[in-house]
């Protein structure tokens, strides 16, 4: 049997924000009726990730946990943040600008997103994990996390989750 359900998720402007879906992937398992098999959480947009992570209990005053500030700072000396158009990154290009009939300059935000296309690239669009006897196998302290790394714009995201078995 193969259940198909989405999270929806809404982000605010301008930072990077981690949802940490687990329990709301555990519901959907119990909803599903499913007791042996694989549950699949893919994103659906280009600049957002799914990982596993442990859940920290220490955040910055901003409610950032330790973890995914390292992987911001990490990832930020990788891929450094695009301050002004073409500053670091040839994407977009004007063909990719011009897709939708839009002048290459109508939208900066969409010109200072390529890093987080690049993250989203390293850090992956999903993640399968086990289903035993309808208990997520993620260990005590695994957390599964989307993240969104665009910062251009507030934003509605969505992730699928497939859930196979019996």
Request: glycine share 8%; proline share 5%.
């Amino acid at each position: 049997m193969i259940k198909i359900n989405y999270i929806e998720l809404e982000t605010r402007y301008p930072k990077i924000y981690f949802f940490n879906i687990t329990d709301e992937i555990k519901a959907r398992i119990a909803e599903s009726g499913i007791s042996n098999g694989t549950v699949t959480v893919q994103s659906l947009h280009t600049t957002c990730a799914i990982f596993f992570e442990e859940y920290v209990h220490d955040e910055d005053p901003n409610g950032t946990d330790y973890l995914q500030l390292d992987l911001n700072r990490c990832l930020r000396k990788i891929f450094p943040d695009e301050v002004a158009f073409n500053d670091n990154y040839y994407y977009p290009g004007p063909k990719h600008m011009n897709r939708e009939g839009r002048p290459h300059f109508d939208f900066q935000g969409i010109s200072l997103n390529g890093p987080a296309h690049l993250k989203s690239t390293m850090i992956g669009a999903s993640q399968t994990f086990v289903i035993d006897q309808g208990v997520l196998q993620s260990g005590p302290f695994g957390s599964i996390w989307f993240v969104d790394f665009d910062t251009t714009r507030p934003r509605k995201r969505k992730c699928v989750l497939c859930i196979n078995g019996e």
